[in-house]
């Protein structure tokens, strides 16, 4: 059978492969987890049982649940004092996946260009391609992370049509602060490019408030903003996300929506509609505890001799290991054979992050600390003895 | 609530330097900070959380939680009559409480005679005490906050993901 030559194209790499090693091997502390290692708090979940319960199993609107886009519309007026329609731009997703794929398809002809800053989260680019348009990767790494009003003018040219965004950012922790942001918004107003924006880590901002990027001047009708319930709320196995946007970019994703998905599970709508209303506290206490767990991580790493900066959100660490002179991948392999520490290779965030690993400290206190004494163990093997 | 508070109540073993880091201040601060808190008696004690129905010895444990009716006494109110009863050391806890009754008093004994005896002999002919309500505790589910439950170590989450 022939296989299409989109799909064909796409990488499989190297990564797949550590990441089988990885599931096939027992007793691993992994560090390579991208979800909360916290369960759903439990009103949400006694509201997704209730509702089995009381016989709600059917299909729903297309667009999602009205009680939970309203919800949504009231959470982002409170939050932020965004103002999005619940019934024309407000759509439920299959998690912050199934949106960007939505949004990709919904705005690319043949030809168009979509900036992808990296490293970045590992879809965007692939789903730019299914979608028929070319993604354009830009390197931050020499720019602690971050795109610059500089790089970003660089890369720009009439074909550009959007840029994939995404802050707090998987995998480095970094965020960006509203002034930075209000200078590249200006640079894709003036250029007429479309601001995809994956915002799911949002709540998880510790050292500065979380700037949603319709807020800022202008903003809104050049935005399609992404969040989900997956790490906010601990639902990641729900599966339920949402795009707030201009209604006619809304209507488009819908259009393949209904097609393609129809509608996100009701157990999972009707679940996150309680997360709205009463998961604020438990959010709290999970950012808290995240907050702390980072302050140790940095330290620690650091001390190691990972260089790594602090990260300002979501749940991510990303340290350098070029002093070990190995690359993401064999400092991965070799780490998870000998000491049995999962980390994800930086190189599966783009080509840029070769001699870095991710590092998820959505793990509890005491497996963090095994676990850096096991890297420990692992960097003083390398060490050429005086 | 105080970070360095927040993180010891939920692990009352957590090191100086394991805090410190965690809250950005040197050892020595964090130090100072729970001494005072140990001397304001903000923080009481440190103690493990017991799950005494996997300690196998012959020293079981009742429990009854007793709702106690008592008379007031002028100028002192409860708390006079409250500390005669929480004194005996048959009680671990003691709570003045809204509704039917006034205070309730846990008991712990060694069985079911010691509490019986103790809420005959002692609690009951206490001058001010009207009346008594004997509930033995059956099964503990949860206690301050913590599920008795032996925990299984299986984890639900896949080892690797984006």
Redesign the interface.
């Known amino acids: 059978m022939q296989i299409s030559k989109v799909v064909e194209k796409m990488q499989p790499s190297g990564i797949r492969a550590f990441?089988d090693l990885?599931?096939g091997?027992k007793d691993?502390i992994?560090l390579?987890?991208?979800?909360p290692?916290f369960?759903t708090p439990w009103q949400i979940r006694e509201a997704g049982i209730y509702s089995l319960e009381q016989g709600f199993t059917s299909y729903t609107s297309n667009k999602g649940l009205y009680k939970l886009r309203l919800g949504l519309h009231r959470y982002l007026k409170n939050k932020f004092g965004l103002d999005y329609c619940p019934d024309e731009e407000i759509l439920i997703t299959v998690g912050v996946s199934e949106g960007l794929d939505l949004v990709l398809r919904a705005i690319i002809n043949p030809g168009d260009k979509v900036l992808v800053p990296v490293p970045s989260?590992?879809?965007y680019g692939p789903v730019t391609e299914l979608a028929g348009g070319t993604p354009v990767y830009i390197d931050t790494s020499k720019d602690g992370f971050k795109i610059t009003p500089k790089l970003l003018e660089k890369h720009i040219d009439k074909k550009v049509k959007a840029i994939v965004l995404n802050y707090p950012t998987?995998p480095t922790g970094v965020s960006y602060r509203r002034k930075e942001l209000e200078e590249i918004n200006r640079i894709l107003l003036k250029h007429k490019i479309l601001c995809i924006s994956d915002e799911v880590y949002g709540d998880l901002t510790y050292d500065f408030g979380h700037t949603a990027f319709p807020t800022l001047p202008g903003a809104k009708k050049n935005t399609v903003y992404f969040n989900g319930f997956s790490k906010s709320f601990a639902m990641t196995g729900w599966r339920v996300g949402f795009a707030c946007g201009p209604k006619e970019i809304i209507a488009a994703m819908t259009k393949i929506h209904q097609y393609t998905i129809m509608c996100v599970p009701i157990t999972s709508q009707i679940a996150a509609a309680e997360a709205l209303v009463s998961g604020k506290r438990s959010v709290e206490q999970m950012k808290?505890e995240y907050g702390?767990?980072r302050?140790?991580m940095t330290?620690?790493l650091n001390s190691l001799g990972l260089k790594c900066s602090r990260p300002q959100g979501a749940f991510y660490i990303f340290p350098s290991i070029k002093s070990t002179g190995l690359s993401s991948m064999e400092f991965s392999r070799k780490l998870l054979e000998e000491e049995k520490v999962?980390v994800?290779p930086g190189t599966?965030f783009g080509a840029c992050c070769e001699g870095y690993i991710r590092i998820s400290y959505a793990s509890s206190?005491d497996n963090l600390?095994e676990a850096l004494a096991r890297i420990k163990k692992f960097l003083e093997k390398r060490t050429p003895r005086a | 609530m105080d970070e360095i508070l927040e993180i010891l109540e939920k692990d009352g073993r957590a090191s100086i330097e394991d805090i410190a880091k965690m809250v950005r201040k040197k050892p020595d601060e964090v130090k100072k900070i729970i001494k005072k808190y140990e001397k304001e008696g903000a923080i009481l004690k440190y103690k493990a959380v017991i799950n005494k129905d996997l300690v196998k010895d012959n020293e079981s444990e009742v429990r009854a939680l007793i709702e106690v009716n008592i008379v007031p006494q002028k100028d002192l109110g409860f708390d006079k009559i409250a500390e005669r009863i929480y004194s005996f050391p048959e009680v671990t806890s003691c709570y003045l409480i809204s509704g039917t009754y006034d205070l309730l008093v846990v008991v712990e004994g060694r069985n079911l005679h010691t509490v019986s005896n103790f809420v005959a002999e002692k609690l009951s002919c206490l001058e001010n005490v009207r009346g008594t309500a004997t509930h033995f505790l059956l099964k503990k589910y949860k206690e301050d906050g913590v599920i008795l439950k032996h925990k299984s170590d299986e984890n639900k989450r896949i080892a690797i993901s984006y």
Do not use: C, I, T, W
């Open positions: 990441f990885v599931l091997m691993v992994s390579g987890v991208g979800e290692d369960v989260y590992v879809s998987n808290r702390r767990r302050e140790l330290v620690e999962a994800v599966a206190l600390k």
